[in-house]
């Protein structure tokens, strides 16, 4: 829940940028499109201000998933292939190292959930409090009866063409008309009103409140002070909220003015200001008052008011669908990715020919994922699909990739790779010693990889994983933890494909490199194949709660990649992937 409270604090930055972008195309094109456009455009504001709340799945495709890529076909016909017969022995190099961190929230994100409830208990007290008194008022109300008004509303109907009538009720209690009613709207009048009964102004009236009906902007009222509870820190929010309410009186004033004759309306607009001092004291109800700068607003658009034109029509049409395409473009980055351990799906392209396998004999109580490319054959065997496209923090499989750019980078040299062990103590006692590359890899010392970073700086580690294209490319604030604290993600699919283009050095580094980097994390070799592979363990409070094994085997004829990745509780280590690993490959009889 704190990592929520960041993840909403920082969306607001971007949701105040839309609320800027709308106000401002909103004022471009008020001389071109139609008043009831310019109030849908808020509506995309209000859509935007939705997203944080969401799952971040809920804006993933996954492609490649379709039918006609993705076969359940259960295990794969490879008997001509041989089985290798002892599975584990294979993986006995597989060391997994991990350092245990703390599961303990911030303060900070802390703070500002804290922060946050209490202002929404504040608000929802006084909005509570605003709808309790309107429905002590809405109680005393009756429906009306007078047989020249019920005559009067009627005609307006068929005016307006509402075939499903709406409720109109008056009571002695209000000062102003307004419409209410999220699923069953009503529209209650002030009893002096039927009472001295004018038939063009309560006219004017029932069309006013029935256009609201009719344009469910009720159910915008409902969301206002909901909106208004939840970001009610956020000055543009309720800058927005205004300017809503507004632009939907006159949207819907000018509605009514499309009805009415010219001649009428001088006449409405003097309605509307006899009732400029009533303002309704129940806020975001749908009524014909308003603030005295709403009522500025919709007697200057009376005046000016010039009724809707094909050309209008179309202009509208263009900008809101241009605002809905960028809408579905940008909505994404604000879902709120989840926990730490998950974030958003990742799919490599072009992956064709997929078939699916059922491995929960091997996986057992372990949720997860294991993915198998075969180069040669240029087809993906998947477990579990929807957790392979999951990006997951990496771990120490990372390091592969951090000795890279460490050989790239000059800090450690193919002939040079060695560190010295500054003597303080350290988690594990292979650790506190001098380090070459191949003993940091197959011992997963931190310290030695810590050390490169350092050295290097955020900026270079950021573009080097923008090159590769690397998970989510962040790095978070620690500069130590940035591939085991949850900043840095990448899904057992992107493992799959990242290692094939390191393999074939698609990135364009130094064969000499690639080559040291490969030795540093050789498991085995045999006459038929040769087995790389890196562990990772996700250890949170002492408790091993992911744990990743990732690699490639190389024969003559086939290159296979693999990731597997296991989650749990507890007992989810690296080790115990790399175990999951040899039965899922011996039981694919893939040979290594």
Known sequence: MPDFAVHFFICNIFISIGIGIISIVRHLLKKYVSARILYYLWFFVLGLMTVPFLPADIFRLLPGLSSNHLSQTGLMDMSARPLFTDPGSIFTEANDFAVSVSSRTSLIP???????????????????????????LEKSALPVQNPQVQDLYKKCCSELKIKKAVPVYSTAFLASPYAAGLLKPRIYLPIQLISDFS????????????????????????????????????????????????????????????????????????????????????????????????????????????????????????????????????????????????????????????????????????????????????????????????????????????????????????????MVWDGKDQPFHSWEADQTLDSAMKNSVNWYFQSIDSQLGFHSISSFLQKIQYGNQQLGSDIRLYWTDGALKISPFEQVDL????????????????????????????????????????????????????????????????????????????SKAAEITASALSKLKIPY
């Open 110 to 136: 802390l703070f500002l959930l804290i922060l946050w409830i209490s202002g929404m208990a504040v608000i929802s007290f006084f909005t509570l409090r605003s709808f309790s008194r309107r429905r002590i």
């Open 199 to 418: 038939p063009a102004e309560l006219r004017f009236i029932l069309l006013h409140e029935l256009q609201h009906c009719r344009q469910k902007d009720t159910f915008i009222s409902f969301l206002m002070p909901l909106t208004g509870i939840l970001y009610w820190f956020n000055p543009l929010v309720w800058y927005a909220l205004r300017k809503i309410q507004c632009d939907r009186e006159i949207a819907c004033d000018s509605a009514v003015l499309q009805l009415l004759k010219p001649s009428d309306h001088h006449a409405y607009g003097n309605t509307l200001i006899d009732y400029a001092e009533k303002i309704s004291h129940f806020p975001y109800t749908a009524g014909i008052s308003g603030s005295k700068s709403q009522m500025e607003s919709r007697i200057l658009n009376i005046i000016h008011f010039q009724r809707d034109t094909k050309i209008s029509r179309l202009r509208g049409g263009a900008v809101l669908t241009i605002l809905a395409c960028l809408f579905v473009f940008s909505a994404p980055a604000l879902a709120f990715p989840g926990s730490p351990q998950y974030g958003e799906a990742y799919f490599p392209e072009h992956m064709d020919h997929i078939s699916v396998v059922d491995l929960r004999d091997i996986f057992g109580d372990y949720d997860g994922s294991f993915v198998l490319y075969d180069s040669g054959q240029n087809t993906w065997t998947v477990y579990h699909p929807h957790n392979a496209a999951k990006r997951i923090s990496p771990n120490s499989t990372y390091k592969i990739y951090d000795a890279l750019l460490g050989l790239e980078s000059g800090i450690i040299t193919p002939g040079s790779t060695g």
């Open 499 to 574: 290692l094939r283009k390191l393999n074939e050095n698609q990135f364009h580094f130094s064969s000499e490199h690639i080559q040291t980097v490969k030795a540093s994390i050789l498991q085995s070799a045999s006459p038929r194949s040769v087995l790389y592979g890196k562990t990772g363990t996700d250890r949170i409070d002492g408790k091993d709660i992911s744990g990743w094994f990732i690699g490639f085997i190389e024969s003559p004829d086939h290159v296979y990649y693999f990731a597997t990745n296991i989650q749990n509780t507890a007992s989810a280590s690296g």
